[in-house]
């Protein structure tokens, strides 16, 4: 079973009333390719799924700490934790 590589990047917004950006890129950990179609929950109220180059985005997260999950059909699951300031 290949394993799924999710590189996750905060991107901090200047206002605290919008929120922050988490995006990153999902790929395949052998091939380095992206990965299309997984599924990346963070802690079970936000879920987006990544588009044809592996890419995600979820908007308007408040600070605070979450559990990040990502699924795919052929991959083993990737968990992990990330805090927002």
Same mark, same amino acid.
């Given at each position: 079973?290949? %394993?799924?590589?999710a590189i =996750?990047l905060l !991107?901090? *917004?200047? @206002?605290?009333?919008? &929120? =922050?950006?988490v995006? &990153?890129?999902?790929t395949? *950990?052998? *091939? !380095?390719? #992206?990965?299309?179609?997984?599924?990346v929950?963070?802690?079970a109220?936000?879920?987006v %799924?990544? !588009? &044809?180059?592996? %890419? %995600?985005?979820?908007n308007?997260?408040p600070?605070g /700490?979450?559990?990040?999950?990502v699924?795919?059909?052929?991959y083993?699951s990737f968990? &992990? @934790?990330? /805090?927002v #300031?």
């Amino acid at each position: 079973m290949r %394993y799924v590589l999710a590189i =996750i990047l905060l !991107n901090f *917004s200047l @206002s605290l009333a919008q &929120g =922050i950006t988490v995006k &990153g890129r999902v790929t395949d *950990s052998v *091939s !380095n390719q #992206p990965v299309q179609s997984a599924g990346v929950f963070i802690s079970a109220n936000h879920l987006v %799924y990544t !588009n &044809g180059e592996g %890419y %995600y985005a979820i908007n308007s997260l408040p600070e605070g /700490n979450y559990s990040i999950k990502v699924l795919q059909i052929g991959y083993k699951s990737f968990y &992990g @934790s990330i /805090n927002v #300031p």
